[in-house]
């Protein structure tokens, strides 16, 4: 076989023999939708990739061949409907329960898509490109929203790049403007024949107020997702049964455990067996589904696990013994950098993202709890979708689980929920908990807002703080 970029490319992720032969096909026709050229992916293979992803491990190995596995997923949604399969799109953040249980009662004939998390993500975080350089002259009308992840969907389904599907399912917990990107979507083009489905929940708890112990707020966005899966049944004519919510949870804890075990080896072994990039990386589907299934993404975490007790035992990490580690607020996932310039400069990124563990779930999720309202109690039980004062209580209570030196929060700066209350929220807790918090402007869906020196400088500092209050 010709040693192509592309071939250099999956061969480096795993992909070998048979195995390669098969999928490089399904890769090709997603090179199109995700706009790259031959350099950008000859970069990817050469440089980009191992330089920021720790891909002397399988288990990372897998885990980013899973994203090219969705992209090509992606480009065979056109295929799917022609078979007559039905596809919800959806973006995150979303449930991962109520998306995953459609899948699960689906059986094959119904499809999940992430198209803007996914094609973002794949560009940022294995191609080294900012959603920004994508964009052309004529782009210019998709750009008034202020999100490079909403206008990078705004840009691709305007383009036609991606299909139709059958229904959309839209989110408005943690951000109030995926949803007006729908809309936006819609008067721009002749989509407004795809039925929207919404689902949102108003931001006016009182400070400090825990919203997951609001059973009337707990009840109401139960009744907006129970409704919300009766508009999409419709849609898709597949029934979503009180089993599949069951069965989407059942999946859900089992890929939450790994992922707790992971972060617990990860933070108390000293050295850090691997960095916060992984650590973004396994974390990935918290509220994320993936049209593959969980089952190989545990798969990739089962590894994992191996990998890094084997790298305890010996007491191997990227960084030595008693170096800082610093907890982190955001998803670097499409920022691998940020990861590697702390630990250029002697500093562990050592949580993959700030969000409930699963023994924190179990806590409070009931076994025998109707399903919608457990989902519904979920989502209040994150971070990014509660009030500043009950978001506070959360990290507090997150940070306190672990041996950390800081708390990295930032790179929200587009954000008008989030962003805005960041700054406020880290005095709360450092107050708290007496764990020095960093701020880092930008944001983490387009690489180009923001000098890369400025941050070098900005992160230089804030390692040097580290050190010598270590000392």
């Keep these: 076989m010709e040693k192509t970029a592309s071939v250099r490319l999956l061969q480096l992720l795993g992909w070998e023999g048979e195995a390669l032969t098969a999928f490089l096909p399904a890769w090709e026709r997603a090179i199109p939708l995700l706009n790259l050229t031959e350099a950008d992916i000859a970069f990817a293979a050469d440089v980009w990739i191992p330089k920021y992803w720790d891909i002397s491990l399988k288990s990372v190995r897998k885990m980013i061949a899973l994203f090219f596995k969705e992209a090509a997923e992606l480009a065979k949604m056109e295929e799917y409907l022609r078979a007559g399969h039905k596809v919800i799109s959806t973006h995150?953040?979303?449930?991962?329960?109520?998306?995953?249980?459609?899948?699960?009662?689906?059986?094959?004939?119904?499809?999940?898509?992430?198209?803007?998390?996914?094609?973002?993500?794949?560009?940022?975080?294995?191609?080294?490109?900012?959603?920004?350089?994508?964009?052309?002259?004529?782009?210019?009308?998709?750009?008034?929203?202020?999100?490079?992840?909403?206008?990078?969907?705004?840009?691709?389904?305007?383009?036609?790049?991606?299909?139709?599907?059958?229904?959309?399912?839209?989110?408005?917990?943690?951000?109030?403007?995926?949803?007006?990107?729908?809309?936006?979507?819609?008067?721009?083009?002749?989509?407004?024949?795809?039925?929207?489905?919404?689902?949102?929940?108003?931001?006016?708890?009182?400070?400090?107020?825990?919203?997951?112990?609001?059973?009337?707020?707990?009840?109401?966005?139960?009744?907006?997702?129970?409704?919300?899966?009766?508009?999409?049944?419709?849609?898709?004519?597949?029934?979503?049964?009180?089993?599949?919510?069951?069965?989407?949870?059942?999946?859900?804890?089992?890929?939450?455990?790994?992922?707790?075990?992971?972060?617990?080896?990860?933070?108390?072994?000293?050295?850090?067996?691997?960095?916060?990039?992984?650590?973004?990386?396994?974390?990935?589907?918290?509220?994320?589904?993936?049209?593959?299934?969980?089952?190989?993404?545990?798969?990739?975490?089962?590894?994992?696990?191996?990998?890094?007790?084997?790298?305890?035992?010996?007491g191997k990490g990227p960084l030595p013994k008693g170096a800082p580690k610093l907890a982190c607020y955001f998803v670097p996932l499409n920022v691998p950098w940020v990861d590697r310039m702390f630990r250029e400069n002697g500093v562990n990124l050592s949580l993959g993202r700030l969000y409930p563990l699963a023994s924190m779930m179990e806590e409070r999720l009931k076994s025998d709890e109707d399903p919608y309202l457990a989902a519904a109690r979920q989502i209040y039980m994150s971070h990014d979708a509660v009030n500043m004062g009950n978001a506070a209580s959360i990290a507090e209570s997150l940070l306190s689980r672990f041996p950390l030196d800081g708390a990295l929060i930032g790179f929200y700066d587009f954000d008008r929920w989030i962003g805005s209350l960041q700054k406020t929220e880290m005095r709360l807790v450092e107050e708290r908990t007496g764990i020095p918090h960093f701020y880092l402007e930008g944001d983490f869906w387009a690489l180009n807002k923001v000098s890369a020196e400025d941050r070098k400088a900005v992160i230089r500092g804030i390692c040097n703080c580290l050190k010598i209050s270590s000392v």
Excluded at 195 to 201: R, S
Excluded at 234 to 249: L, N, P
Excluded at 260 to 278: C, F, H, K, M, R
Aim: aromatic share 8%; with cysteine.
């Design 92 to 314: 995150n953040t979303s449930s991962f329960v109520c998306l995953y249980a459609n899948k699960h009662a689906g059986n094959g004939r119904l499809h999940i898509i992430y198209p803007d998390f996914i094609i973002s993500t794949m560009w940022q975080a294995f191609f080294g490109k900012s959603p920004e350089t994508n964009f052309e002259e004529e782009d210019n009308v998709v750009r008034c929203s202020h999100c490079a992840l909403n206008c990078t969907r705004a840009r691709e389904m305007t383009k036609g790049k991606i299909p139709d599907p059958t229904v959309n399912w839209s989110w408005g917990l943690f951000c109030d403007e995926a949803p007006k990107t729908v809309e936006l979507i819609e008067c721009l083009t002749s989509k407004n024949h795809v039925e929207t489905v919404l689902v949102t929940a108003p931001h006016d708890s009182a400070l400090g107020q825990v919203e997951a112990d609001n059973e009337e707020r707990v009840q109401y966005l139960s009744h907006k997702l129970r409704s919300s899966q009766d508009r999409i049944t419709a849609k898709t004519g597949i029934t979503v049964s009180e089993k599949d919510m069951r069965a989407a949870w059942d999946a859900y804890m089992s890929y939450m455990e790994r992922v707790e075990e992971i972060t617990n080896l990860v933070i108390y072994a000293d050295p850090q067996p691997v960095s916060g990039n992984e650590l973004a990386l396994f974390s990935v589907c918290m509220q994320v589904c993936f049209n593959l299934g969980i089952e190989a993404v545990n798969e990739a975490l089962d590894i994992a696990i191996e990998e890094i007790r084997e790298r305890i035992q010996r």
